[in-house]
């Protein structure tokens, strides 16, 4: 067979075809690393927006709103007073702190389920907090520290001075 017959691919067909290989596999490459570094980027952050206390019968009403601005679903697990933490499952809720009869000695309770608060990213939502009267050395005037403690480990604190 003489060699000058033989057929073969032009050197610039044989660049084109290796270039519109790379490109695509890079194409495809960087679409799989997206896809992966989304899944571990994702991050809890919550924002404590707004946060005061008022008067209530016997008490102060703390109200917190919350906004998660972060990627990941948030769920605030606890919430503590002065480094105290609230007992959400003792059947010492907001509407037990309501009612004067049913609260004992506790003095303090949450609008918080004992399941937890969950706020998907860009969700809000409000936490009441009722804190009677009675309960330690509080008066009017007094700051008192709020820690929303959340189940990624997180803990976001708000200053809240008692009207």
Do not use: C
């Amino acid at each position: 067979m003489n060699p000058k017959t033989r057929k073969a691919v032009s050197p610039v067909i044989a660049t084109v075809i290796l270039v519109a290989v790379a490109i695509t596999v890079s194409v495809g490459v960087s679409y799989w690393m997206g896809g992966i570094s989304a899944q571990y980027t994702q991050f809890e952050k919550v924002e404590i927006q707004t946060g005061y206390a008022q008067v209530a019968a016997g008490g102060w009403e703390v109200t917190l709103t919350l906004k998660n601005s972060g990627s990941a679903t948030s769920t605030i697990t606890q919430v503590f007073v002065n480094e105290v933490p609230l007992n959400m499952t003792a059947g010492y809720g907001y509407a037990d702190m309501l009612d004067f009869t049913t609260t004992g000695t506790e003095g303090i309770g949450t609008s918080m389920p004992a399941t937890g608060a969950t706020m998907t990213a860009g969700d809000s939502a409000t936490v009441k907090i009722f804190i009677t009267n009675t309960y330690s050395t509080l008066t009017a005037g007094t700051t008192v520290n709020v820690k929303l403690h959340s189940a990624g480990g997180m803990d976001y604190i708000k200053l809240i001075r008692l009207t």
